[in-house]
């Protein structure tokens, strides 16, 4: 057991996005799920994409435009998101502020296919 701010911990860049970084908060021996913290600036996007594994999304700051399976849902402080596996989706933070959640997924293979 541990107990770390999960502002503490690095953000790092997050590949073929515009200003989008992740943090890993999961111990890096955990063996079931993994959480973790992403944050998109406000004007910042992560492109079209899906991934084999399902998520599950709680918005913990601002707003932001997520398509999911093409349909378009305003995300905001509060919201849960489910995705689940095989689904596209994106996100465009274009309401002027920056979006920050928790993605919940297993620690199963994932495959990232850019859409």
Not at 36 to 61: A, C, D
Not at 73 to 98: L, N, R
């Amino acid at each position: 057991m541990y107990l770390k701010n999960s502002k503490l911990y690095e953000a790092i860049p997050i590949p073929k996005t515009k200003d989008s970084t992740i943090s890993l908060l999961s111990p890096e021996t955990e063996k079931d799920f993994l959480v973790r913290r992403l944050k998109i600036q406000s004007g910042g996007s992560m492109p079209n994409h899906t991934n084999l594994i399902q998520h599950q999304q709680f918005v913990l700051e601002g707003e932001a435009l997520v398509i999911i399976d093409g349909k378009e849902y305003h995300a905001k402080k509060d919201d849960f998101i489910h995705i689940p596996a095989g689904v596209s989706h994106s996100y465009e933070a274009c309401f002027e502020k920056d979006y920050e959640f928790l993605c919940m997924i297993t620690t199963s293979e994932d495959t990232i296919t850019m859409l």
